[in-house]
């Protein structure tokens, strides 16, 4: 298994976001978690990537434990985030934005390699490199918010709500991405509004309610999963 999470807690205060979620991540899968807004989805990623420090439980990466460590060490180990909304510098240009997502690197040269195969996966933000990130349309900037990630060389992508706020034939775009960086050999874990595309995107499914798994499985079963379809595929 190379991302591990095992009967993980998460408290903002007094509340209790997560309570005793367990999940795996093997190399190479795409896992995805679905539920409705405020189930956790994106306190579990949080707690993966060092932005929430759990209540308890714990969190193992390529064999080593990670829970709790700053984020910083948790992108030196190779674990990524495209966050839900962007968050990219909008006064700053498409470039500047990219190379933020090496901060970590101090060769040059890789980092101009890695601009470069950013641009070769979308040509389109070659033609708007120079411009502010902030002028680009809704899509092009989940392409920056993806390729900044992609910088960092990651093992693992966390992918929050990529496809949110985007056109139809932009959602298509960004799933045939998935794949595309799923057979590149990235091990990704979804979260996703679009439950259908989750799981049609993904090798397994965990389903949250308020802060638990109420089912998890397959996601070819899930799709076809009498409950998770009345409840999250809008049957």
Partial sequence: MLLEVKDLYVNYGKVAAIKGVSMGLERGGIITLIGANGAGKSSILKAISGLVKPTSGTIHFDGARIDGQPASKVVGMGIVTVPEGRRLFKLMTVRENLRLGAFLDRDRARISRSIEEVFERFPVLREKQHLPSGKLSGGQQQMVAIGRALMAQPKVLLMDEPS????????????????QLRASGLSIVLVEQNANLALQLSDFGYVLETGTIAVSGPSPELLVDPEVTRAYLGA
Wanted: no cysteine; proline share 6%.
């Fill in 164 to 179: 949110l706020g985007l056109s139809p034939k932009m959602i298509d775009e960004i799933a045939e991405l998935i794949v």
